[in-house]
């Protein structure tokens, strides 16, 4: 019996634990935005959340995911800066891609959410350009293992937003 109550004990305050975390933790304080764990998905769709600011900033610089599964990533733009003075968007890099010459060109295609068509084919996933306040949720599967960079193509943002995704 005694073990019993220990158990119950121990439940409660697991559950206690994680109601406090989830008041206290906003959607931008994500210590697991990259959640590599897809347990109870059936379709074991790995989900990651990134955020980007009006400090020119993304939450994070690494991102790990599994190779094979189903990705949906949300960028969430958390600032209110309008998107034509801070937008954001989040592109994925083949490897070997040039991403200094990517971003140059790709500030210059606005029309094309920056992506520069001459990048295009370099290109494994993005989402559209968000302002202040909006949000976007994209699908892709690394199929192949490795360092994948990320960037903000958006003018002037990659040399204070990119990352490395790996793939494993
Ligand atoms: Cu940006």
């Known amino acids: 019996m005694k073990g019993l109550n220990t158990v119950f004990a121990l439940a409660i305050t697991a559950v206690m634990f994680v109601s406090c975390g989830d008041k206290k933790q906003d959607a931008?304080?994500?210590p697991e935005g990259a959640q590599t764990e897809a347990t109870t998905d059936k379709k074991e769709t790995v989900r990651v959340l990134i955020t980007g600011d009006d400090?020119?900033?993304?939450n994070k610089t690494e991102i790990k995911v599994p190779v094979g599964k189903t990705i949906k990533l949300t960028l969430k733009h958390?600032?209110?800066?309008?998107?034509a003075v801070m937008g954001?968007?989040?592109?994925?890099?083949?490897p070997g891609t040039?991403?200094?010459?990517?971003?140059?060109?790709?500030?210059q295609s606005p029309d094309t959410d920056?992506?520069?068509a001459s990048g295009k084919d370099n290109v494994v996933a993005h989402t559209k350009t968000l302002g202040g306040g909006?949000?976007?949720t994209i699908e892709f599967t690394i199929t192949e293992a490795g360092t994948y960079d990320f960037l903000c193509s958006f003018?002037?943002?990659?040399?204070?937003?990119?990352?490395?995704?790996i793939a494993e």
């Open 28 to 30: 931008k304080v994500t």
């Open 55 to 58: 400090q020119m900033k993304f």
């Open 78 to 83: 958390v600032g209110k800066m309008d998107k």
């Open 88 to 94: 954001h968007n989040w592109v994925l890099l083949k």
């Open 98 to 107: 040039d991403l200094t010459a990517f971003a140059t060109e790709g500030a």
């Open 114 to 116: 920056y992506i520069p």
């Open 134 to 136: 909006e949000s976007d």
């Open 155 to 165: 003018p002037a943002h990659f040399a204070m937003m990119q990352g490395k995704l």
